[in-house]
DNA sequence: TCGTCGTTTTGAAACGTTTCAGAATGGATC
DNA sequence: GATCCATTCTGAAACGTTTCAAAACGACGA
């Protein structure tokens, strides 16, 4: 029944000191003389005062507070992403909220709003569409903006993989293991990390000297999800054509996987398969899935470093667009 | 260089209008004159004003905000969890700020600090730790409190799933197919879930008149990850003993099946398998895992409406403890 | 005893909202 | 023309912090 909780004035008061040394007890301790602070902190656990952050962020106008939208929360590969923000973060005092926009423009559009609101100090932002608008009035509003999964423009960091050249190890491989007519399972283009991907792997066909329209079919699932893999199985399955199959990522991957031997398929023999992402699930799958790793955790420890600069060093910040490079690693799902 | 952005004020000054009125604009809108509201409504525009949330949420003791803290953000489970509870909330207006405990009590603390800070109006807990100091704090704040997949203890709402029936209605399966030497692959004891489960698992065998003794062994992983489970494998094969597997999770089920498979086992035919929690890799997996559905989005959803209707209701609200029963979903895991 | 200087402590002024008692406005009604 | 309502609008007082100029204190040397 206590109306509201103890404040500052409170703490102050049993202290027997000002508000002002007991924000410097909270803030600085060090500058407090030592009998003063034990005073003060006693109170504080006697009163269970716990400290208003909205008074706070209001006042100072920094929360200690960070914001990042995922595209799919469901997706490991984000989760990891998560990971590596959060720890960076945490690390130096900031606090991460977890957005899911689920691949959706106006759940983007609505997080990027509540995180306005709320007057954090940076956004980490994989995008489903570059809203150049509300980016911009973050910006314009001191937050610091990095995307993340996505090539900058120049006008902010950005931490990125190169998903081209993601395609092209995925290509590669699968012509050097002697397959020539790949299915590429993919999402909607308009999700750029499917387009690049795929384009990687033309580039990829094309370079080994062979014609992309005889070697490469597109499957396309309306989500990135497992059912969806799985029921593409049959449209992959259906004349027999393909030798091989390369899947935008592994949650995908694994559907495909689980359609195709529940369906007596054998892989690699019959069906060479190949995922992205390479999330926990590849490795441990019934055929262990060739894929093509990304560094997730460091992705997102870089992109919450190069907010936390922009943040602390202000002026001094340059914009960089960190670039990492896929890797390919092979299980048995490519080569016996 | 906009050194702080627009406030209410600005926009009163620009509309010709008094900040109540622009308050009004925003929290009423109804009891303002149509003119004006459109007046006040391009000046927002036109300034690109964005309430602070800070400010709101000092001034009218309420953020409209839910804290929700899960124990692990990699697991599927809670992501639908998640997912019901967002969808819950967003319903009534209100967001949440999504938490992973990762197991963790001191993360469990931290988040559980930070959300009492940030004075979220609810708290939705996965628990790690039964932390009734922290929980009773909270709920002393006018803070509605409901544990998530936790039986409650009378004082706050609870949702759960009643695992023990879950445990036995595995066994109560894998004796009904003929399965006379099960090992329960586990975490630590200190998770309830997974003791929980273990006992409905020696009660199906109990009430069979078998002797748990000699139908049950408990082989222990240190955590419930994929990667555990697969290694788990070599230990559960070992002695040839095992004619069937039951998994506390579905996540630890998953790479045990990698494992069986790719050391030649048969599933089901050598031994059956059955995991926990029906997450959407289940279905999809190289042989599908028969698994114990919980209702995770319906979970949350029923969490997040007994939040609100504690802080709508107040003094009306009786507390709540609303309990699931699981669902055995067969598949080719256990049965050919 | 008086300065002086460094360390602590103080107290009041914001920060940007919400809220609410009351003032203005403008019809109706007598 | 006076009165009464309902509808709109106003303005000032909080909300609980942080911050900062200035005051208080103490130790020290002159």
Redesign the pocket.
């Known amino acids: 029944m206590t109306p ?2 103890a ?3 409170a703490v102050a008061a049993r202290a ?9 007890v ?2 600085r301790p060090d ?3 030592k ?3 034990r005073k003060v902190e006693e109170a504080i656990r006697e009163l269970g ?1 716990v ?2 952050a909205s ?2 962020t ?4 920094r929360s200690m507070t960070l914001g990042l939208v995922v595209l799919d929360i469901g997706n490991p590969f984000f989760t990891e992403v998560a990971r590596g923000v959060e720890q960076a973060a945490s690390e130096r005092g900031y606090t991460v909220l977890l957005c899911n926009s689920a691949g959706t423009p106006s759940r983007q559009e609505a997080h990027l709003r509540f995180l306005e609101e709320q007057r954090v100090d940076g956004v980490l932002l994989t995008p489903v569409t570059e809203d150049s608008d509300r980016i911009e009035r973050l910006r314009s509003r001191a937050t610091a903006v990095v995307l993340v999964d996505e090539a900058g423009r120049g006008d902010c960091c950005s931490v990125a993989v190169d998903d081209v050249r993601g395609g092209q190890l995925a290509g590669e491989h699968l012509l050097a293991t002697g397959r020539r007519r790949i299915t590429y399972v993919t999402g909607p283009d308009s999700i750029r990390q499917c387009a690049d991907r795929g384009r990687g792997l033309v580039e990829a066909v094309t370079a080994a000297g062979l014609d992309a329209h005889d070697t490469i079919r597109v499957l396309e699932v309306p989500e990135l999800t497992g059912i969806e893999g799985r029921q593409s199985v049959e449209r992959l399955l259906a004349d027999g054509w393909s030798d091989a199959a390369f899947c935008a990522n592994d949650v995908v991957a694994l559907g495909v996987l689980g359609g195709l031997l529940s369906a007596g398929v054998r892989v690699p023999q019959d069906l060479a398969l190949i995922g992205y992402d390479d999330i926990e699930f590849a490795a441990t799958a019934a055929v262990p899935l060739t894929s093509i790793q990304q560094p997730a955790v460091q992705i997102g420890q870089t992109a919450a470093a190069l907010v936390l600069d922009e943040l602390t060093r202000r002026d001094e910040h340059a914009h960089q667009e960190v670039v990492f490079r896929p890797d390919l690693v092979i299980r048995r799902s490519t080569s016996s």
Chains 1, 2 share one sequence.
Not at 58 to 61: C, E, I, V
Request: net charge positive; proline share 3%.
């Open positions: 509201r909780p404040g500052i004035k027997g000191v000002s508000v002002g040394t007991v924000s410097n909270l803030n500058q407090v003389a009998g003063t602070r005062f400290r208003n008074a706070s209001l006042k100072a106008g």
